[in-house]
């Protein structure tokens, strides 16, 4: 069983089959900030845990620096995470819209990437309703794998390629920011080739298609922010 459990985790951490972290909302706060983001995931079993493409979320620490200079003018923020299981870098540089484009809502559009063993970028929006640090929110994006595993146990109709739609509250506490979400990826059904080899012509399949859950929270703490 020891060895059957180790098995599974470095065949995970091989596999990279990540989600990357957004560890913020629409508002973008001037300054330094760091924290920390941990989910639990629920996958589809189509495949087997370990060959899903969105099996692990957002888990490890965050850190970032973000300019701006007006309240209701453009922002911009520099992140990254580094999450732990299995071991990832994930940047991220995210805008922020004023506020007159957005209709007086809180809007942005960004980027964020994973990196080691499973690249991939995800460019994404936000849009919420945030006052004094606290308030509801959406994030939508698609995720695309940029390379491909050469690993033997990732089969080829396994992509990093899906819809993420995430719900999302933030609520602020002096310099502490909580983020509560769910997140959903939607994966693409993708078509291989599903005969076996040297006992039938080539037949092409097509998989259900993958998808994941995860919810959790993120914990941002702004340098500025006072009690």
Do not use: K
């Amino acid at each position: 069983m020891l060895i059957r459990a180790l098995r599974s985790i470095v065949l995970l951490v091989a596999l990279g089959a990540c989600v990357p972290t957004i560890a913020h909302g629409p508002v973008v706060e001037p300054g330094a900030s760091t924290g920390a983001s941990l989910s639990l995931p629920y996958v589809s079993d189509n495949s087997g845990y370990l060959h899903q493409p969105f099996a692990v979320g957002p888990f490890g620490l965050n850190a970032a620096y973000a300019w701006r200079d007006s309240e209701s003018g453009p922002a911009l923020r520099v992140g990254a995470a580094w999450n732990v299981f299995p071991p990832r870098f994930e940047p991220d540089v995210y805008v922020e819209l004023p506020r007159a484009i957005a209709d007086g809502m809180d809007a942005g559009l960004g980027i964020a990437g994973g990196t080691i063993l499973s690249p991939a970028a995800l460019p994404y929006a936000q849009l919420g309703r945030i006052r004094r640090g606290s308030g509801p929110y959406v994030t939508a994006g698609y995720l695309h794998e940029i390379g491909r595993d050469s690993l033997p146990s990732r089969a080829d109709s396994y992509h990093d390629n899906g819809w993420l739609a995430t719900l999302a509250y933030q609520q602020a506490s002096g310099a502490v920011v909580r983020h509560y979400f769910v997140t959903g990826v939607l994966g693409q059904r993708v078509a291989h080739d599903c005969s076996m080899s040297g006992t039938a012509p080539q037949t092409v399949c097509a998989d259900s298609r993958p998808w994941g859950v995860f919810a959790g929270v993120t914990l941002e703490r702004m340098r500025h922010r006072g009690p």
